[in-house]
C-alpha cells in the first residue's frame, strides 16, 4: 500500500516568513515528486516536480528530497497572504507515463499578514 | 497557455441514474487521467488512459466506471449507475510525451448524487 503522509496542520506564518512544509512516503521504490497547491474548491495547480536527491529551487520554492529517509520539503521564502492555501504532496512510483499520482491530505498553510 | 477544460462545472443527478463528465486535455498530451477528491478527503486517483486504452487503474474503479477518447480531443468519464458515495470532486489531468510525469489537472466537475 503506497501512503504519502502530511501534517493536516494548519500551520500558520508570519508574512515575509520562510514556510517549511513536509511530506514523507512509504515506497522506496518511488521515482516522482510533486508539490500542488489547492486552493479552496479548486483543482490541484503544480508548483515544483523533483526527481533525484538534493534541492531544486524555482523563484520563491525550493523543493528538498531525501529518498534515505523517504523525506519531501518544500520551503516557501517571502511568504504571501496569497501563497494561503493547502499544500499537496504527490508521489509516483514507477514513473515513464500513464501512472497514477498517490497524493498526500495536504497541509493548509496560512500567511498572517 | 494551454489548459485542460472540463464539462459541466457542476453536475446534480439522482441515485441510480447515469452521468458522463467530460474533458478536453492539453492538445499534444498523450496520457490522461480521472481522479476524485471526496469532500474534506484527498485527491484519489482513479484511472490513466494512454494509447486508446487504459493503462491502470485503482480499486476505487469498478465496474460502475468507464472512460473513452470519443473523438482527438475529447475525453470522458462515466459513471453508469451513480450512488450517494460518488460526490466528489472529478478532475481530469493530462501528461505529455516527455517523461517527467508531470499531470495538468483541470478545474474539475463537481458532481452531487440526490
Known amino acids: 500500500q503506497k501512503e504519502v503522509e502530511q501534517n493536516s496542520g494548519p500551520l500558520s506564518v508570519p508574512e515575509g516568513a520562510i514556510a517549511s512544509l513536509n511530506c514523507t512516503y512509504s515506497d522506496r521504490g518511488s521515482q516522482s515528486f510533486f508539490w500542488y497547491r489547492q486552493y479552496s474548491g479548486k483543482s490541484p495547480e503544480l508548483i515544483m516536480s523533483?526527481?533525484?536527491?538534493g534541492d531544486k529551487e524555482d523563484g520563491r520554492f525550493t523543493a528538498q528530497l531525501n529518498k534515505a529517509s523517504q523525506y519531501v520539503s518544500l520551503l516557501i521564502r517571502d511568504s504571501q497572504p496569497s501563497d494561503s492555501a493547502t499544500y499537496l504532496c504527490a508521489v509516483i512510483y514507477s514513473g515513464g507515463g500513464a501512472d497514477g499520482l498517490t497524493f498526500g491530505k495536504g497541509t493548509h498553510l496560512i500567511i498572517q499578514p | 497557455e494551454p489548459e485542460v477544460t472540463q464539462t459541466p462545472s457542476h453536475q446534480v443527478t439522482q441515485m441510480g441514474q447515469e452521468v458522463i463528465l467530460r474533458c478536453v486535455p492539453i492538445s499534444n498530451h498523450l496520457y490522461f487521467y480521472w481522479y476524485r477528491q471526496i469532500l474534506g478527503q484527498k485527491v484519489e486517483f482513479l484511472v490513466s488512459?494512454?494509447?486508446?486504452?487504459?493503462?491502470?487503474k485503482s480499486e476505487i474503479f469498478d465496474d460502475q466506471f468507464s472512460v473513452e477518447r470519443p473523438d482527438g480531443s475529447n475525453f470522458t468519464l462515466k459513471i453508469r449507475s451513480t450512488k450517494l458515495e460518488d460526490s466528489a470532486m472529478y478532475f481530469c489531468?493530462?501528461?505529455?510525451?516527455?517523461?517527467?510525469?508531470?499531470?495538468?489537472f483541470g478545474p474539475g466537475t463537481r458532481l452531487t448524487v440526490l
Open positions: 489531468a493530462s501528461e505529455d510525451r516527455g517523461g517527467t510525469d508531470t499531470q495538468y
Open positions: 488512459f494512454y494509447n486508446n486504452e487504459i493503462s491502470e
Open positions: 523533483i526527481y533525484s536527491n
